[in-house]
């Protein structure tokens, strides 16, 4: 059993800092990809960053030069530091992971359980 547990939403003003932390635990082989979506009321899930296991990164347009995403793959966690946030940031949260639970096993797509971000005066 492989679990994704996010952190570190809340609520913010316009222009200050969040940093969401995901932590997967359980049965894990290895880690391909990690990264974090949103998703805003009425809107679909979109994609903000991703991290390969190599340290390559790609980042939604909209949050270019203001999210950083890192890694640590020691401790299966990736972060999320989200500056100059702005009320389109607006929603909720989620963490993904490709992970291989055994050598032998392909690899699968697990999903956090979503942190609200709110950016709001």
């Known amino acids: 059993q492989v679990q994704l547990v996010e952190s570190g939403g809340g609520l913010v003003q316009p222009g200050g800092s969040l940093r969401l932390s995901c932590a997967a635990s359980?049965?894990?082989?290895?880690?391909?990809?990690m990264g974090w979506y949103r998703q805003a009321p009425g809107k679909q899930r979109e994609l903000v960053a991703t991290s390969t296991s190599g340290g390559s990164t790609d980042y939604a347009d909209s949050v270019k030069g203001r999210f950083t995403i890192s890694r640590n793959n020691a401790k299966n966690t990736v972060y999320l530091q989200m500056n100059s946030l702005k009320p389109e940031d607006t929603a909720v949260y989620y963490c993904?992971?490709?992970?291989?639970?055994?050598?032998?096993?392909?690899?699968?797509?697990?999903w956090g359980q979503g942190t609200q971000v709110t950016v709001s005066s």
């Open positions: 359980g049965s894990i082989f290895s880690i391909n990809a």
């Open positions: 993904n992971a490709a992970i291989r639970t055994m050598v032998t096993m392909p690899q699968y797509s697990y």
